[in-house]
């Protein structure tokens, strides 16, 4: 069970506050700042399957009640998440001579992972009294609290940088939620902060540099992802490949194992892989450094991933895990990934969870994942909520009169398919 007390991840520190959502303020400096982590006191078990079962059975949020930050049995509530399905991306991988999954967290309530996240923060807003939650968000993780806040009938407000991606706008919209247009995003974490600090609104997200990523307690709802996958796979994948922007849910699988293992559950946590679009977490790992500079950005259309900034925990996991970073060059990468997944797998997912395809295939470029591996990527939300996107390099449908010499012409012109 929750023990009640955290520890920053860098320098060891424990605190008993629920309330510290800026990081370690004992190592913080101006250029770094460490997230802290809920502690669980977990018991060792004979590793079994059944005792596994028999302590973590049933496949709802509560069940995982020991797991995650909550000191006293009681119930959750829950948009049924989870539960999304892994399945073999058969064609992909054979032509990469690799075993491929995917694990598809499009299927959560609000077509995204963030879900994960926001069932166990609703859940703590309610614990702590507050009288809302509070986000500073463009798109999936708003839209996914502002469902959790109107399933609990708790105010909710995103602030928010207008014209990002209108249909998220629309998403976070539709569940009533208080949205806020707010010009830059050094000005939206300054009223949150004031939200939070004077009027005590449960944060979900960071709002303040360095970036120190999203509330700690919400984080470990990514654990269950890691419990799933071992109940879900006989065998768990070498490599799981994760689009990361502030990289809690990079974090909070690896967390999950970790605990599997303490536990007796597994003997080895697979390695994490961190796939970027302009990289910052990649160069500060490839230069063994601890602290994360900003990076150029050059325009990238994984808008939900998009940062010039990174987290300490996304880099406390890679190296915990001897893991991987790769970041990208250019959009082409990202749409024909996209494409593919959706044209060979007939998973049509968002731009960002695309990446993870690009940066496996430029990881085996590289020669750092090889043939025979098996690599399981994290789809972490769908293509309907980036359409523009895909608009501009799927074009225009082409058009037919009821002519079968013209429509035949116009199969062939624009698919090659020849009906002769
Ligand atoms: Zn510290």
């Not at 973590?56 to 995650?68: M, N």
Request: glycine share 8%.
């Amino acid at each position: 069970m929750y023990t009640g007390r955290s520890r920053c991840l860098k320098c060891g520190h424990e605190f008993t506050e629920e309330n510290i959502f800026t990081g370690c303020p004992y190592c913080k400096t101006d250029k770094f700042v460490s997230n802290l982590t809920p502690l669980y006191e977990l018991e060792k078990t004979d590793g079994s399957r059944k005792t596994y079962e028999k302590m973590f059975g049933g496949k709802r949020l509560e069940s995982y009640l020991s797991v995650l930050p909550f000191k006293k049995k009681r119930r959750l509530v829950s948009l049924n998440e989870g539960n999304t399905p892994v399945t073999e991306l058969t064609r992909i991988g054979s032509e990469l001579g690799i075993s491929l999954y995917a694990k598809d967290e499009s299927r959560n309530p609000t077509w995204g992972h963030k879900d994960r996240l926001n069932a166990v923060l609703i859940n703590k807003a309610i614990e702590r009294k507050a009288p809302g939650v509070i986000y500073a968000s463009t798109g999936n993780n708003g839209a996914s609290g502002a469902a959790y806040a109107a399933k609990v009938g708790m105010p909710c407000i995103i602030l928010t940088v207008k014209g990002v991606n209108p249909t998220l706008e629309i998403f976070m919209q539709a569940y009533g939620a208080c949205v806020v247009g707010v010009k830059t995003v050094a000005d939206r974490w300054k009223i949150l902060k004031e939200c939070v600090e004077k009027y005590n609104w449960y944060p979900a997200t960071n709002y303040t540099i360095p970036i120190v990523g999203s509330n700690p307690w919400a984080i470990d709802g990514y654990k269950i992802i890691a419990h799933e996958l071992y109940q879900q796979m006989e065998e768990l994948p070498d490599k799981i490949v994760v689009p990361i922007c502030y990289g809690d849910a990079l974090f909070g699988i690896m967390k999950g194992f970790a605990e599997l293992k303490q536990m007796g559950f597994i003997e080895k946590i697979p390695h994490m892989v961190a796939v970027e679009d302009y990289g910052p977490v990649t160069k500060a790992y490839e230069s063994h450094s601890s602290i994360i500079e900003p990076v150029e950005s050059w325009g990238s259309v994984a808008s939900s991933m998009s940062t010039v900034y990174g987290t300490y925990h996304s880099l406390y996991t890679l190296n915990k895990t001897h893991g991987l970073a790769v970041s990208l060059e250019n959009n082409q990468q990202i749409n024909a990934a996209q494409k593919e997944l959706a044209c060979k797998e007939g998973l049509y997912c968002e731009s960002a969870s695309a990446t993870t395809l690009a940066g496996v295939k430029k990881l085996m470029q590289m020669g750092k994942i090889k043939e025979g591996e098996r690599v399981l990527l994290l789809i972490t939300a769908a293509g309907v909520k980036d359409t523009k996107t895909t608009k501009e390099y799927v074009g225009e449908i082409p058009e037919s009169e009821t002519d079968m010499k013209m429509f035949s012409d116009v199969l062939k012109d624009h698919y090659g398919i020849d009906l002769a």
